[in-house]
């Protein structure tokens, strides 16, 4: 029989850090002659319509829109996201979620790729995916670190955390460890998220893939790979080198602001400061991370996350921050709400210090891009990134929190922030992350990170068997329909 280009159908969870990680690796697959099916909701696809528009013309990557159904009047199809999603509706949202594994049945009965590649939060995809005898293997955009430490608080039933973990730089401090297992324990739809984590690793045909690589956690993968029994195989780290959300392109207005002032100022001389797309930070860390940020003396670019007022708009900037914030500050600082383009900023010749909470895909475009870290965890994995990140890699200063809450200061902000980017204490930090981002330019100018997605196809392929034209597509007429116009 005639081979066939093979065919992989992608299914993030709809959140932007991890539908980015999930279409720079379909982007790399594509580029093998790899056919991907890239499958989420139509504002996610919305949102990445111009990245996936530069594949369609040669089929190499093409949207397939997952249609989940009306769990809620409080969730419009507009909140199929993450993104301005509140906080209390994120159970809704995996609820309904879970319910659009039929319409994701239908999608494989029609589309028949050879692969499936499912994202850690839906164990129902790989089941589904097995019923059309279909292989599915799990893709984790998230460091090896966080897997191998959850994976052992798993095994001793989270008594205590992280107890067993023979790696002492990863660790949680006291005011993480019961959000660390609040988080382990939820349940959504009856399934706890422990479980869910635990089912979709077992569920994965063979192999097991993550945004990683070798250089900052072999030794973690490792561990991962010996204690789970499948072969942990890394991708590299999926920086996006070039940007863009919603169409935004170089000539847009909120750019061209950002950029202009960044270059207004000295090199290595201002810090960026954001906590990601999903979180929304308190009135009370909004007012200390401000003080810290007026008392360090240090340039800033900060970016706010703001729940959307019921006409879907953002409430003005001067509601969320400290009154005459702005004023006092001066030209030292910038406020901006929503998008930013954050890799730009962050390889930005003034960007001197990240302020982040350390989601996974943040953490490495800081390395990639050589600046320092200063580590802000909030939630989820974000605590033991940080560890990595300052104890394990040295390359970040962590924001140290007060009593058993946790709370923010800042005076601590403020050191953090000028311990990172200007004092002599921090010079440590600031050459091993110039390192590191050498590391990292070396490994692409090598070539080493093309060899690794090679090595992750060839995974894939022994995991399908032999490809022929008796997979694929089964109704092409039927198939067609389910794929999103330019």
């Known amino acids: 029989m005639m081979k066939k280009r093979m065919s992989i159908l992608m299914l993030p969870w709809l959140a932007h850090g991890h539908i980015s990680p999930f279409l720079e690796l379909s982007e790399r697959l594509s580029e093998r002659d790899i ?10 696809l919305d949102t990445i319509r111009d990245r996936l528009n530069k594949h369609c013309s040669s089929s190499r990557i093409l949207p397939v829109e997952l249609h989940l159904p009306a769990t809620s009047p409080e969730l419009p199809t507009h909140l199929h996201t993450t993104k301005h999603l509140p906080p209390r509706l994120m159970s809704t949202l995996k609820e309904a979620f879970d319910l659009s594994s039929q319409a994701f049945s239908d999608i494989l009965f029609l589309l028949r790729p050879d692969l499936v590649i499912y994202d850690f939060l839906q164990p129902w995809a790989p089941a589904v995916a097995h019923s059309h005898g279909i292989h599915a293997v799990v893709f984790l955009c998230m460091g090896a670190a966080m897997c191998a430490f959850s994976f052992t608080s798993l095994m001793n039933n989270l008594t205590p955390i992280g107890a067993e973990f023979p790696y002492p730089e990863i660790y949680l401090h006291s005011h993480e460890v019961s959000g660390f297992a609040q988080m382990l324990e939820k349940t959504t739809n009856g399934i706890k998220e422990k479980d869910r984590f635990w089912w979709c690793h077992e569920r994965s045909d063979g192999v097991v893939l993550i945004k990683s690589f070798r250089e900052i956690e072999a030794k973690y993968m490792d561990y991962l790979t010996s204690m789970a029994g499948k072969k942990l195989v890394p991708v590299g780290s999926l920086v996006e080198e070039e940007e863009s959300e919603n169409g935004k ?20 001389s201002t810090v960026f400061v954001s906590f990601g797309s999903e979180y929304f930070l ?24 703001l729940l959307l007022r019921e006409g879907r708009e953002e409430p003005p900037l001067e509601e969320a921050l400290p009154k005459g914030f702005l004023e006092r500050v001066g030209e030292r600082g910038f406020v901006a709400s929503g998008w ?14 990240f302020m982040s909470h350390c989601g996974w895909s943040s953490v490495m ?16 994995d974000q605590p033991i990134n940080a560890r990595l990140v300052v104890e394990g890699l040295g390359v970040g200063v962590e924001v140290k929190r007060e009593g058993v809450e946790g709370r923010i200061r800042g005076e601590e902000v403020a050191r953090a922030v000028r311990d990172a980017v200007v004092e002599e204490s921090g010079e440590r930090v600031r050459r091993r992350v110039k390192t590191l981002r ?27 068997g032999k490809m022929n034209s008796a997979s694929g597509v089964g109704d092409e007429e039927d198939a067609r329909q389910l794929l999103v116009p330019n």
């Open 35 to 44: 056919t991907i099916y890239f499958c989420s909701t139509a504002v996610n």
């Open 249 to 268: 392109k170089d000539d847009d207005p909120r750019r061209c602001e950002i950029i202009d002032w960044l270059d207004s100022k000295r090199e290595k």
């Open 282 to 305: 308190s009135e009370e860390e909004i007012s200390e991370i401000a003080d810290g940020l007026e008392q360090s003396d240090v340039n800033f670019l900060w970016v706010i996350r």
């Open 365 to 380: 475009e800081a390395m990639n891009f050589g600046v320092p870290i200063i580590a802000m965890p909030m939630h989820l």
């Open 340 to 353: 930013a383009p954050q890799t730009e900023i962050l390889r930005h010749r003034s960007t001197g210090g």
């Open 438 to 464: 050498d590391v990292m330019v070396m490994r692409r100018e090598r070539g080493q990170e093309d060899e690794e997605i090679d090595e992750a196809v060839d995974h894939l392929l022994g995991v399908c």
